[in-house]
C-alpha cells in the first residue's frame, strides 16, 4: 500500500467482531454494529505546535486500538475498506 496519513492522521482496519453470542446465537449482518476496535496500519509524521515543534504519535502501525462508534472517514483502499482518523479520536490501546 502506497498511503501514508499526513501529520496526526491514522490509517485504520476495522477488526470485526465475532458472529455469534455468548449464548450461541448468529447475528445477522442487519443487526450488527460496526466494530469500534481497529488495527492500526499506517501514522502520519505528528502534529506541530504553536512554536512549530513535532508531537510524536503515541500510536505506531501494529497497534489494537479502540475508537468511537462515528470515529473517522471510510476510504477504499486497493479494494479494501479502512478508515483515516486524527490521533484525538482513538481513545485507547488494547
Not at 467482531?17 to 449464548?23: I, R, V
Not at 454494529?33 to 505506531?60: C, S
Request: hydrophobic share 40%; aromatic share 4%.
Amino acid at each position: 500500500m502506497a498511503f501514508t496519513p499526513l501529520h496526526d492522521r491514522v490509517l485504520v482496519r476495522r477488526i470485526e467482531s465475532d458472529e455469534k453470542t455468548s449464548g450461541g446465537l448468529i447475528i445477522p449482518d442487519s443487526a450488527k454494529e460496526k466494530p469500534a476496535e481497529g488495527e492500526v496500519i499506517a501514522v502520519g509524521t505528528g502534529a506541530r505546535d504553536d512554536a512549530g515543534k513535532l508531537i510524536a504519535m503515541d500510536v505506531k502501525v501494529g497497534d489494537k486500538i479502540l475508537f468511537g462508534k462515528w470515529g473517522g472517514t471510510e476510504v477504499t483502499i486497493d479494494g479494501e475498506e479502512l478508515l483515516i482518523m486524527k490521533e484525538s479520536d482513538i481513545m485507547g490501546t488494547l
